[in-house]
Structures are given as structure tokens and as C-alpha cells.
């Protein structure tokens, strides 16, 4: 547990010096059992979901959805809490695939071009892949939890 502690501060030490060293003005807004949301995370989730709903980027439209993207934050920090809890480590590989070829689709790039796309609109694409696999391994913890009360009337 003491180790543990340690790791914390130190990690928080970390994210202090980086941010006073180069000038980033990343603070901690909220803390979600272990996982922490930052204000970039929060600047992202605006960013991301308002070029993927093809809105256009200015001061109205963030206000607008900040309430939005700060919930599903929240909903993303509890539900990588359960996985870790659970120890899920296991998805479908071919259901993130099909995700992604229909969001290239739905933005109108080629598949081979998404990752360019989030160059391109300063987002982070490895960020959004990721939350799209904790919500595959919460499918998978959900379905585990409740496999056996489901009943399936053909």
C-alpha cells in the first residue's frame, strides 16, 4: 500500500514539474476512484466530439458541450475503475475494427487516412482508439456479470 502511495506522489511530482517546466497548464478537475481527469482530457473530449459531430470549433458550441464531454469523462473513469476491478482484459479485436472503418466512413476519409485525420484536427487518436476499448471491455464485463439472467425468447 505504502508503495502504492509513493507511486501516487510521485507520479503527481511528475505532472508538476513537467507542467511548471514547459508552460502547460494541465490541472487535476476531477479524481474518479483511481483515475484522474485532467483539463486537457477535458479540452480533448470537446475537441473530439465536435469535429466527429462536424460542429463547427468555436467558443459557443464548447460551451455547449462541456457539460456533455465532462459527464462522459466521468462515465469512462468509472468504467475503466469496474475493468481494472474485474481484471477484463478481453474484446473482440474485429468489433473495434468495424468501429473504426464506420467512423472513417461517417467523417469521409479512407480507413488508411483516419489516423491522419486526428493529426490533422489536433486530436489523439491512440486517446480515442483506447476509450473505444474500454467501452468493448466493458461490454465484456457487463455480459459476464449478467450472462446468466439473460433469456432469449426466439
Given at each position: 500500500?505504502?508503495?502504492?502511495?509513493?507511486?501516487?506522489?510521485?507520479?503527481?511530482?511528475?505532472?508538476?514539474?513537467?507542467?511548471?517546466?514547459?508552460?502547460?497548464?494541465?490541472?487535476?478537475?476531477?479524481?474518479?476512484?483511481?483515475?484522474?481527469i485532467t483539463n486537457l482530457d477535458?479540452?480533448?473530449?470537446?475537441?473530439?466530439?465536435?469535429?466527429?459531430?462536424?460542429?463547427?470549433?468555436?467558443?459557443?458550441?464548447?460551451?455547449?458541450?462541456?457539460?456533455?464531454?465532462?459527464?462522459?469523462?466521468?462515465?469512462?473513469?468509472i468504467k475503466l475503475n469496474e475493468?481494472?476491478?474485474?481484471?477484463?482484459?478481453?474484446?473482440?479485436?474485429?468489433?473495434?475494427?468495424?468501429?473504426?472503418?464506420?467512423?472513417?466512413?461517417?467523417?469521409?476519409?479512407?480507413?488508411?487516412?483516419?489516423?491522419?485525420?486526428?493529426?490533422?484536427?489536433?486530436?489523439?487518436?491512440?486517446?480515442?482508439?483506447?476509450?473505444?476499448?474500454?467501452?468493448?471491455?466493458?461490454?465484456?464485463?457487463?455480459?459476464?456479470?449478467?450472462?446468466?439472467?439473460?433469456?432469449?425468447?426466439?
Amino acid at each position: 500500500m505504502k508503495f502504492k502511495q509513493i507511486l501516487q506522489t510521485a507520479f503527481l511530482f511528475f505532472i508538476f514539474f513537467n507542467t511548471s517546466v514547459y508552460g502547460l497548464n494541465n490541472k487535476i478537475i476531477a479524481r474518479v476512484g483511481t483515475e484522474i481527469i485532467t483539463n486537457l482530457d477535458l479540452k480533448n473530449e470537446i475537441k473530439t466530439y465536435l469535429v466527429m459531430t462536424r460542429q463547427q470549433i468555436n467558443q459557443e458550441n464548447v460551451n455547449k458541450s462541456k457539460d456533455l464531454a465532462f459527464r462522459s469523462l466521468i462515465r469512462n473513469a468509472i468504467k475503466l475503475n469496474e475493468i481494472k476491478k474485474y481484471k477484463v482484459d478481453k474484446y473482440n479485436p474485429q468489433d473495434l475494427e468495424n468501429y473504426l472503418n464506420l467512423i472513417s466512413k461517417n467523417i469521409g476519409a479512407d480507413r488508411s487516412n483516419l489516423k491522419n485525420f486526428f493529426k490533422l484536427n489536433k486530436l489523439d487518436y491512440e486517446k480515442f482508439r483506447e476509450n473505444y476499448i474500454n467501452e468493448l471491455l466493458w461490454n465484456t464485463l457487463i455480459f459476464s456479470l449478467y450472462k446468466n439472467q439473460i433469456t432469449i425468447n426466439p
